[in-house]
Structures are given as C-alpha cells and as structure tokens.
C-alpha cells in the first residue's frame, strides 16, 4: 500500500482515482479544482481531499495527475500551491494528462532538479476504460521509475507499458490518435456509402467486421453512428486538442500527416455545427448534412 496523491476528478480522473483506492488499496488523498467533486470523491470512497494540489502531494509516495492539457498541466504543477511544492525528494509524479511530448521532457528536467521522478503516462480506452480499470497506459521515463510505479498504475490499467525516455509516452499516444483520425473517416464514409446505396448497415458490419476492414471503431461505434447518435465517448473539442499536439510534434520532426490535417479541418466543422461535445464517430454527421 502506498501514500497516493491524484489531482484532476474529471471523467477519468474520478474512477481511476477510485481505482487507486478500492483495487489498490493505497491511501489516497484528492484534490481537484471545483471542490465539491473533490468531497464527493471522498464520500463515495472513503478517501481524503485536500484544499490545495501542494497539500493533497505533500507526503505522498506517487502523485498523478489527470487535466485537460499542457496549461492546465503547468497551473498544477507549479507555484506556491502546485505538486511540486508539496511533493518530497524521491517520490514520483505520473501525469496521466494528454499533453505534447515537449512538455513531459519539461516536466521530467524540472522533476529531477527537485529530485523527483516523473513520468508521463497518458491513457487509452475512454470512460469506459478508465470505470472499468481497464485503460491502456503509455508511458515515458526512466526503467527504474517505471518498476516501482507500475504495479501502482495497474490499479486502473489492463495495459501498462514503457516506451522509451520522458516524452515517449506522449508521442505513443499521438500514434494511437493518427491511427483513430484517419479510421474513423473511412468507417464514416464507408457508412455513408452504405446508407446510400440502401444496404443493411448491421448486416454489412456482422460480416465485413471479421475480415480486414475489422476495427475497435467498427465494432463498437458502427451501431450508434448508423443511427445518427454521437452523445458518448470522447469528445470532438478532446480530439481537436490531440490532433493540434500531433501536428504540432510532426512540424518539428518533419513527419508528413496530410489525412490527420484534414481530418482536424472536417473536426473543425463538425464543431461549426454545433458538435464540440459529440463524440468523435460524429464525422458522419458532416458527410449526411
Ligand atoms: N474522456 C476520455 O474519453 C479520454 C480518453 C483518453 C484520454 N483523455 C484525456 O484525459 C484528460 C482528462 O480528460 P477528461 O475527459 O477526464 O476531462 P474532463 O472531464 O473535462 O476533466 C478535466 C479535469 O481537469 C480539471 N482541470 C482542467 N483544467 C484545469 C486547470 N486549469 N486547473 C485545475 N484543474 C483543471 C477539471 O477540473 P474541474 O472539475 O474543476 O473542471 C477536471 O477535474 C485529457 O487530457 C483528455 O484528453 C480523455
């Protein structure tokens, strides 16, 4: 069991910090921005919050964290009431945030200037995925940090796994986000097609499913995005975000995305009309206005 810090109860923070507590079994201490979800946390679990990100850090042997992106990031990390303020020497800071790899190389050289470990472990596997426990964990650090953390992180993970130095954790996750962008367009299209051409979309997707054409995306979204449903999963304006983080990455080590780019434009009017919170299968929206 371990003294356990977690700042940030949005959709994921809130159960993977349950996690922490129920399957861990560590001592968890909650701090989040808007306090009641903090004092509900710790009614619904049995846990503590804290009045600041410094507080709920100080003592603690692992400190995650879950926001929104790199500014909010650096809002709660440092200054007179951030993590780094509270944490003590030789405890690690996993940021289980969405942010740019240039960040996480930041925060790992700021780290171990205070003696501190870091690394940045962002997530896969949406709400489901982070109620469930289940989430894939991309993480970036050194090998030695990853050990102890790793058993800690497996409360709320069916996946854990090291991909190289501080920041490699974010560009893995940019690989998993070019990898949905291009995917998600061509299911809608495919979709759209289909529509057209009065097929029957379940009965094309039972058969098509278990050939090449198969994905995550076709097995679990095909069903609500052939009834023009796009109200769960993750959002547009979260996607946009991790879009912008890897076409920012890609103009600075030259790397060519051209459906990504696009696919951000087509996000971009899918938010025009109105659907920021959507989720993500809603580019189909925009191929049937
Ligand atoms: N939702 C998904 O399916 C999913 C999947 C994979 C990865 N992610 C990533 O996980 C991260 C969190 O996503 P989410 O869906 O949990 O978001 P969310 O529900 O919007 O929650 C965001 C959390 O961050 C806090 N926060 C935001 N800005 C802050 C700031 N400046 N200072 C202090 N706290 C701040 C919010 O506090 P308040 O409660 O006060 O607003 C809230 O606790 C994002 O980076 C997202 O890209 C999400």
Not at 120 to 133: I, K, L, R, T, W
Not at 227 to 244: P, S
Request: a negative charge; one cysteine or more; charged letters at 20%.
């Amino acid at each position: 069991m371990a003294k356990v810090a977690f700042i940030g109860l949005g959709v994921m923070g809130y159960p993977m910090a349950g996690h922490l507590k129920e399957k861990g079994g560590h001592d968890v201490t909650v701090w989040n921005r808007t306090s009641e979800k903090a004092a509900k946390w710790a009614d619904q679990y049995g846990g503590k919050h804290a009045p600041s990100p410094r507080e709920a850090a100080s003592g603690a042997g692992f400190v995650f964290m879950c926001v929104g992106n790199d500014d909010d990031v650096r809002s709660v990390v440092y200054g007179e009431d951030g993590i780094f303020a509270g944490m003590d020497k030789g405890a690690t800071l996993v940021d289980n945030t969405t942010a740019s790899a240039e960040l996480a190389r930041e925060l790992a050289e700021a780290a171990s200037e205070k003696g501190i470990k870091f690394i940045d472990a962002p997530v896969s596997g949406g709400q489901a995925g982070a109620e469930n426990g289940a989430l894939t964990v991309m993480c970036g650090g050194d090998q030695a940090d990853f050990g102890e953390a790793k058993p800690v992180i497996e409360a709320y993970a069916k996946m854990v796994g090291l991909m190289g130095p501080a920041g490699s954790g974010q560009l893995t996750k940019m690989m998993n986000q070019i990898c949905i962008a291009g995917l998600v367009q061509g299911l809608s299209e495919a979709i759209a097609f289909g529509q057209k051409s009065g097929l029957d979309i379940e009965k094309v997707v039972s058969v098509i499913s278990k050939g090449a054409a198969g994905s995550w995306q076709m097995e679990n979204r095909h069903k609500t995005m052939n009834e023009g449903h796009y109200d769960h999963g993750f959002a547009v304006e979260w996607m946009r975000k991790d879009l912008g983080i890897c076409l920012a990455e890609a103009k600075r080590n030259g790397a060519r995305l051209p459906v990504t780019a696009l696919v951000d434009q087509f996000y971009a009017e899918v938010e025009a009309m109105g659907g920021k919170r959507w989720d993500t299968s809603s580019l189909l929206a925009l191929l049937n206005r």
